[in-house]
């Protein structure tokens, strides 16, 4: 029976119950809803036909339907497929049977649903608090309904729990959330020998911010503002995922020269992170050429960034059914992206002649494939290790399906293989851009989106410098956001790096930590 | 007596005075080899006033020995400077090559000691990775200093001057060169500029002090950084001894700063190495010197 499509197997069931079939361009949307007795069996269906986690949320509907709701969202590889698993739950004693042990990349995903809705996953392997610390009082959810976004919480004593490593010789080595440098913060306890590393634990969401609350409620244009300032670096991303959720919401296609100009901006976002990130894995070592020239160029980018948009970081331009405000400049800069890719060209042959570089960098943080694959990495860190999983490919978006562009991977594993990556995925990015510049044709910018149906679910998603950045929207009334959740890059590599760390010693986390470039504002939205 | 007085006072304060320039020529270089245009050539001074000018902040889980520290790191090594003569003068007879090793070793041990005692994380990785870094410099700053030492036929730092100036001192040089990236705790040893703490070697033992007391952690540092350079200087490239005072102060500034400007450039063009392969460094180091003295003996 594994033989069959899954959701066939399923919607003749008769207590599931096969809510509807869409599609949207090329890809395919599938929405089953489950009852909670299934849901494992399920689950454990798709894992066996190869599908990936997506992402994963919460609902609560007690004031509505007097019920909880869990969407699980996967994606078949090859089939061009999402579905999305509906499980209703009580509304008193919300819990089901956790998939971690099965899919170990809901492991972050459950944990924050449950200090969220307090949502309990049965037979979840570590349950300990991840989005809420311990001053955060019991039996207050934020996300619940009934939790008002102004509420004042009380603080109450508690501390970081973390699982402890024992033994002689063993030091543990508190570092953050405040660091000497001008980052974000986040708490790392690093268990050491001399300076071996045995284990490495992190906790984060030190400055969580409530967004997906705030959308909550807002008018869908309204919330689009919300989406871009997510992340400073990610904001074109970001807004996309977001207004490609929203259209397929509404059920309108986007004009052609709005899906250029997002694919342009979508890139150049790409590009000045990827080579910003260059140049950032540099200083982990106090490689000074590669420092400097790294931010110059990314400098140059963003200040083309600038002329194209009128903003260096991309922002104001994309809007739920198009683009707002079309891009200057276009034939110059270009042009200039040559110059671009010839200089980054030079500087990275220099910086991968330098045998100082070729040796910090080799055999330090190796992220193994099976672990990239079970934990659910994404990005350049997930293709590094040899997971060939991009979504302009795996589920083409936008115009993705015009361009002619290849999906590097590495084998190792290694900081030289995310260097080597991120240099490579540069390349096939200015190949992209150069055909959307010449191809970009004259045409309306943006739709007009009709009314949205309320309590309808939607995903949209881009495959940002750092992985994929998924935003699953349920519309409320009078066009209103209902529930909002974003799981971005970072939230899927985050578990992951500790990972990567033990085996090496202590002053190469930096390095290793650079190489993965992750985003402490993705994960605290 | 009063004479020799004089002459350790004007050493003296000319190490205080030239130190931070030093370390800003360095700055300034290094700034500009990587297109930046980098801080004013003053900014080391600006820096030192306005910590000595902010109160301490010491914790309170320390003693005596976290406030003591930094007076014995800057008094240690200013009589270091000062047994090295700047200009031509009389011998003090305050000490020689092995004196000056240990003053070095004992700042060093007070430094480690004090970034032990507040008991922070960082203070601590500082410490025992700069225990682990001298255990394997001084042995070759040791026999480097032997080598010529064997060649002058006296460890008296007079009678040692431009003993480096034979073919077998090119190999000391270079062992030499090597104690002194890894002494002032430069690129590819330590990373003076970074802000990456787990990273830290020399900064990481600073990290719990403030104010006045890091000021005067600094200033040590530039100092110790001025005399390991005079020192080379002094070895292999020394003065004419007849020269006037003013002439020789100007010149011995002038070779300082083209040798910061040598550490600049390599600073530069590498990247900070492995902890674990500074063994690999030094032992190159020591071959150096450990081949420098046997040419001494065997041409």
């Not at chain 1, 809705?117 to 979840?124: A, E, L, N, R, S």
């Not at chain 1, 309320?454 to 529930?483: C, K, L, Q």
């Not at chain 2, 000021?215 to 490239?237: C, D, N, P």
């Amino acid at each position: 029976m594994c033989n069959q499509p899954f959701w066939k197997v399923f919607s003749e069931h008769p207590d599931c119950d096969l809510i509807k079939i869409t599609t949207n361009g090329a890809v395919r949307n599938i929405k089953l809803g489950v009852p909670v007795s299934k849901f494992s069996e399920a689950v454990d269906m798709l894992k066996k036909q190869g599908a990936f986690l997506v992402t994963m949320t919460a609902t609560d509907k007690r004031q509505q339907f007097g019920i909880f709701t869990v969407y699980t969202v996967f994606a078949l590889p090859g089939e061009n497929t999402i579905i999305e698993l509906k499980v209703v739950l009580d509304a008193e004693q919300p819990s089901y049977p956790s998939i971690t042990p099965l899919i170990p990349a809901a492991h972050w995903l459950e944990r924050e649903m449950k200090d969220m809705f307090g949502i309990i996953p049965v037979g979840h392997p570590d349950l300990r608090r991840l989005a809420v610390h311990g001053d955060w009082p019991e039996d207050i959810y934020p996300l619940r309904k009934d939790f008002a976004a102004n509420t004042v919480v009380p603080r109450v004593t508690g501390k970081l729990e973390f699982c402890s490593v024992e033994g002689e010789g063993l030091f543990q080595v508190p570092v953050g959330p405040i660091h000497a440098g001008i980052i974000e913060p986040g708490h790392f306890r690093f268990f050491t020998f001399g300076e071996d590393v045995i284990d490495l634990q992190a906790q984060l969401f030190y400055t969580h911010r409530g967004i997906e609350k705030a959308a909550e409620g807002k008018h869908y244009a309204d919330a689009a503002l919300v989406a871009e300032r997510i992340c400073g670096v990610c904001s074109a991303s970001h807004s996309v995922a977001y207004a490609q959720a929203i259209e397929t919401l509404a059920g309108v296609a986007v004009p052609k020269r709005a899906l250029y100009i997002r694919t342009i901006l979508l890139e150049m976002e790409r590009l000045y992170n990827h080579i910003g990130d260059i140049g950032n894995m540099c200083a982990g070592i106090g490689f000074s050429f590669g420092i400097s020239r790294g931010a110059m160029l990314k400098e140059r980018l963003m200040r083309m960034n600038m002329r194209l948009t009128g903003h260096r970081y991309l922002r104001g331009m994309v809007i739920p059914g198009g683009i707002q405000k079309d891009v200057a400049n276009t034939s110059e800069i270009s042009s200039e992206l040559k110059e671009v890719e010839q200089e980054l060209k030079k500087i990275t042959s220099i910086m991968l002649a330098s045998q100082s570089l070729v040796d910090r960098m080799r055999t330090t943080g190796i992220l193994p494939k099976e672990v990239a694959l079970a934990l659910g990495a994404v990005g350049p860190a997930a293709r590094a290790s040899g997971v060939k999983r991009d979504l302009r490919t795996e589920l083409p978006y936008g115009a993705y399906a015009d361009f002619a562009f290849k999906i590097p991977t590495q084998i190792e594993g290694d900081v030289l293989s995310r260097l080597n990556q991120r240099i490579e995925e540069s390349e096939q990015t200015f190949a992209i851009l150069q055909q959307a510049f010449l191809h970009l044709s004259e045409g309306a910018l943006a739709v007009e989106l009709p009314n949205l149906p309320p309590y309808r679910t939607a995903v949209g998603y881009t495959e940002s410098a750092r992985g994929a950045n998924v935003h699953w929207v349920m519309s409320g009334p009078d066009n209103r956001i209902f529930r909002y959740m974003v799981r971005s890059a970072s939230h899927c590599n985050w578990p992951v790096l500790p990972l990567c760390v033990p085996g090496n010693i202590v002053p190469d986390f930096p390095l290793i930590n650079k190489s993965f470039e992750l985003c402490y504002a993705c994960l605290d939205r | 007596m009063t004479g020799k007085l004089l002459i350790i006072l004007g050493q003296f304060s000319f190490l205080l005075l030239v130190a931070p320039l030093i370390n800003g020529i360095i700055k300034k270089s290094k700034a500009l080899l990587q297109c930046r245009r980098g801080p004013s050539l003053l900014q080391p001074y600006f820096d030192i006033i306005k910590f000595l000018r902010r109160e301490s902040v010491v914790s309170v889980h320390t003693s005596w020995l976290t406030q003591l520290t930094p007076i014995i790191c800057l008094a240690s090594y200013l009589v270091a400077g000062s047994m090295i003569p700047l200009w031509q003068h009389e011998n003090l007879g305050i000490g020689d090559m092995i004196a000056l090793t240990y003053l070095f070793a004992m700042a060093r041990f007070f430094l480690a000691l004090a970034a032990l005692e507040p008991a922070s994380a960082f203070g601590g990785m500082g410490s025992s990775r700069e225990m682990m870094i001298s255990s394997l410099v001084e042995p070759v700053m040791v026999v480097g200093l032997f080598s010529l030492a064997a060649t002058a036929g006296t460890t008296d730092i007079n009678g040692i001057m431009g003993a480096g100036q034979n073919p077998a001192g090119l190999l000391t040089f270079i062992g030499l060169l090597i104690v002194v990236l890894a002494e002032t705790g430069r690129i590819p040893v330590d990373n003076p500029d970074t802000h990456l703490e787990l990273t830290m070697v020399h900064e990481g033992m600073l990290l719990e002090y403030a104010g006045r007391q890091v000021g005067l952690l600094h200033l040590a540092a530039m100092i110790k950084q001025v005399v390991l350079l005079i020192l080379l200087i002094h070895l292999f490239w020394p003065q004419n001894p007849n020269a006037p005072v003013y002439v020789a102060l100007v010149l011995i500034f002038a070779k300082v700063s083209f040798l910061g400007l040598v550490l600049a450039m390599i600073e530069s063009a590498l990247a900070k190495m492995r902890l674990f392969k500074l063994p690999e460094l030094m032992a190159g180091g020591m071959a150096f010197c450990l081949l420098a003295v046997l040419s001494t003996y065997l041409i």
